[in-house]
């Protein structure tokens, strides 16, 4: 089942992009909350193909995005959590789940 990214859910090919990855993150802190996936491209917001991101350390580039977040998103933000799902390919997918902040708005 494909599942349309909306307010809550946001998808993206790859986390290249420090100021798209950041304003990601960004816009679902400051609303509901809600899941970024990592590893899978979209057309208008639909899943169309679960190619995982091309690394070879799913944990290193946990930490690679955890210092991302902590040194890019003021105030801070807390409770975040990412799982890391390898597909069939060898590559994983990172989910990283946000919780709606107490400490908004987040910039």
């Known amino acids: 089942m494909k599942v349309r990214g909306d307010e809550v859910i946001e998808y993206k090919s790859q986390a290249q ?3 798209k990855f950041l304003a990601g993150i960004v816009s679902l802190v400051n609303t509901e909350g809600g ?11 639909i899943p169309v193909d679960f190619c995982g991101l091309e690394i070879t350390n799913a944990d290193e580039e946990i930490n690679r995005l955890e210092k991302i ?5 003021e105030p801070k933000i807390t409770g975040h959590e990412f799982h890391a799902i390898n597909l069939s390919n060898g590559q994983p997918i990172l989910i990283l789940r946000l919780p709606s902040s107490w400490a908004k708005p987040h910039v």
């Open 17 to 19: 992009e420090k100021n």
């Open 35 to 45: 899941d970024l996936i990592l590893g899978v491209k979209e057309e208008d917001g």
């Open 69 to 73: 977040i902590r040194n890019g998103v």
